[in-house]
């Protein structure tokens, strides 16, 4: 699901920003886009976004300025009279330029690393933690609208499953009476007549070939589960549970369709695979 989240403070000289954004993925993936001076922070922030996000690709970038006066350098006097005393000892009279002797190895000393990110630390952690609360107030949203759509496509199978249903227990009838007319149109050209046992012998094995009422029951435990799963208020991931509901309700659709060879039913079953399908592409987007 799609997302976006930033944050922004400046405190103590320290300018940072924050943002964070997801897009659609099966899986979760993490991306972050840190400073240089900042790297050793990616471990524990992959870890923090992994607190927050199960599924999608998530990419977060960290832009961050520092103009405290801690920014600025500091000079290693010591380091400085010891170049002094050395050029001094060549010659007394030589002219020293400050420009150069401030390029010179050791007399310049910054904020390390450590320094730096024990500093900035628990700012970044804040405006990840707000950044990361906008993201999800919109993944939210975006999942609601995905909620009603997926409600629409449910409702659909169930209108049609029950028109199925209405249907099924016609279906044998009507394959008893072609059968007959059939039989008897071949018979009566041989001048014989279509006995009552072996009619009754072939609807029977096509009854119990064409019996779709545990799929049909399946399948809607199946919708049953996949509401019961939308409706809950844990709010644990269910995309992937989902998806998995999803795929076992095309399997059952594809065994009605392969053992019902009825020109209504197999009409319906073509709208509810369709439908199941449209249900399958918008669960990639849930978490």
Sequence with gaps: MTGFGSASDHHDGLALLVEVRTVNNKFYKSHIRLPDTLQGLDAE?????????????????????????????????????????????????????????LS??????HDTGEELIERVRPIIMKLFEESCKAAIEMRTNEGKSLENDLKSHLAKIEEHLEKIKERAPFIVADYEKRLRKRMTAILSDVGKEVTDGDLLREVAVFAERADISEELSRLSGHLEQ????????????????????AQEMLRESNTIAS??????????IVEVKGAIDRIKEQVQNAE
């Design 104 to 109: 010179l190895p050791g007399v310049l000393m």
């Design 45 to 101: 922030l992959d870890a923090f976004l992994s607190c927050h996000f199960v599924r999608g690709s998530v990419t977060a970038s960290v832009k961050f300025v520092d103009n405290s006066s801690r920014a600025a350098a500091s000079l290693n006097t010591d380091v400085i009279k010891k170049y002094i005393e050395q050029i001094r000892e060549v010659d007394k009279n030589l002219t020293i330029d400050a420009g150069r002797l």
């Design 226 to 245: 996949f509401r019961e799963f939308m409706g809950s208020e844990n709010y644990d991931p269910i995309g992937r549970t989902l998806d998995f509901l």
């Design 259 to 268: 053992k019902c060879l009825d020109g209504d039913t197999s009409r319906r």
